[in-house]
């Protein structure tokens, strides 16, 4: 299944400084013609190997939680996914070019 990841505008990390990102916010985008779909995730990762990032003064919180509800908060972190028709998609184009010119400008 293909997968594009588009990294958010790296000056404003998730966690840390510009000059030493801790964690970075990105967006994947898989599909798969077999299945007839197309996901969506956004997702918060750490910088040095991608993997998902979790706070640490979060796990803390979780700390008095039974194992198996900790480890399911932990897998609800690994992102948000929404898989999407294509009228939904086509929604997500309109929506994102009309945010873009208004924000920045048409391009010409």
Not at 47 to 65: I, N, T, W
Request: charged share 30%.
């Amino acid at each position: 299944m293909p997968k594009e990841v588009i990294y958010a505008d790296r000056g404003y990390p998730a966690y840390g400084t510009t000059d030493a990102p801790e964690a970075e916010s990105v967006i994947e985008v898989s599909w798969s013609k077999e299945a007839s779909h197309v996901q969506i995730a956004t997702r918060c990762v750490r910088s040095s190997d991608h993997a998902p990032f979790v706070h640490e003064s979060f796990l803390d919180y979780l700390k008095p939680l039974p194992e198996d509800e900790r480890l399911g908060v932990l897998s609800m972190m690994a992102g948000l996914y929404a898989t999407l028709d294509r009228e939904s998609i086509n929604n997500i184009i309109r929506v994102l070019r009309r945010a873009r010119d208004q924000a920045f400008g048409r391009d010409e």
